[in-house]
């Protein structure tokens, strides 16, 4: 998913905006999610960008994408730009992440 959203409406409050933005957000994690997943694949994990345009976008964490849609209305912008890809991932033991 790559999309900008405005954050600007003349009948909607931005406040309402960003909530819809969070819920669509949430619905196409939900939605990737529900896929099959390949062989030797344990969860799907999500590559995130959040910014005012593309070229500012920076990589979160999927947990910090919905903070960062809401400080993008705080700091005055115009829109912000979401950018969310899954790709298959496998659990690694604690002794295998050192």
């Known amino acids: 998913m790559k999309k ?40 799907w994990d999500f590559d995130c960008k959040v910014g005012a345009s593309p070229e500012n976008a920076v990589g979160l964490h999927v947990s910090a994408v919905s903070q960062a849609i809401g400080q993008a209305l705080e700091s005055g912008h115009e829109s912000v730009y979401v950018e969310l890809r899954s790709k298959p991932c496998k659990r690694l033991k604690k002794a295998e992440v050192k």
């Open 4 to 43: 900008t959203f405005p954050l600007t409406h003349p009948k909607i409050q931005p406040e309402r905006l960003v909530d819809s933005i969070r819920a669509e957000v949430n619905k196409y994690l939900k939605r990737e999610r529900k896929k099959t997943l390949p062989e030797g694949s344990d969860f």
